[in-house]
């Protein structure tokens, strides 16, 4: 049985084999480094019994750099559809190709949903390539919704699904929106 803990250091050297699907984004040793120090709670893995990671998830909790329009924040009152209140963010979720579907990725998502909630985030968000129609049903399945289309997100011109699932603290369910695939945006409109 395989069990999920925080990530250490270490086992950024474990995992390079985990991150052999091309649509897993790799990122240099600092970035992953950077998370572990700012939000040590949102990045975990899981281990197998022989010791070998079989996935991980690089989260974070922020809100938008400036302050909201109208202090304190509220949905109904927020003016600009593109500033973002206190919420839980997935940068990175990946399992290895042998333990995909085995409920992994619904359990490190889980993990980080937990840890945001008792954060009093309003959300948890993620983005998604848009050609990636495996993680899109997977994230579905496990309640996110597409809020927007963030039109040329990616380096390669793709375009990225901004997906979120509200959280406790979201009782009006005002940060998730139905036919988000149409309400496109540009990625500087995405701080």
Not at 11 to 25: A, R, V
Not at 71 to 82: A, I, K, L, Q, R
Not at 107 to 118: M, T, Y
Request: with cysteine.
């Amino acid at each position: 049985m395989s069990t999920i803990r925080p990530m250490r250091p270490t086992d950024l050297l474990k995992f390079s084999s985990t991150n052999l699907d091309h649509l897993t984004e790799t990122y240099n040793i600092g970035f992953y480094l950077e998370y572990l120090t700012k939000w040590p709670d949102l990045c975990r893995v899981i281990e197998a019994k022989d010791g070998r990671i079989d996935g991980y998830i690089l989260g974070k909790l922020e809100a938008s750099p400036f302050s909201p329009p109208i202090h304190p924040y509220s949905p109904d009152t927020n003016p600009d559809p593109n500033y973002l209140p206190w919420h839980g963010h997935i940068t990175a979720l990946t399992i290895a190709p042998h333990a995909r579907r085995l409920g992994y990725a619904s359990r490190l998502s889980e993990s980080l949903e937990q840890q945001s909630d008792a954060a009093e985030a309003w959300f948890v968000d993620l983005f998604v390539r848009a050609s990636n129609e495996i993680a899109k049903e997977l994230y579905k399945k496990m309640g996110y919704s597409v809020y927007r289309r963030v039109v040329d997100y990616y380096n390669d011109g793709e375009d990225a699904l901004d997906m979120r699932k509200p959280l406790t603290r979201d009782v009006g369910r005002k940060h998730v929106r139905e036919g988000g695939d149409e309400v496109r945006v540009k990625p500087e409109d995405v701080w």
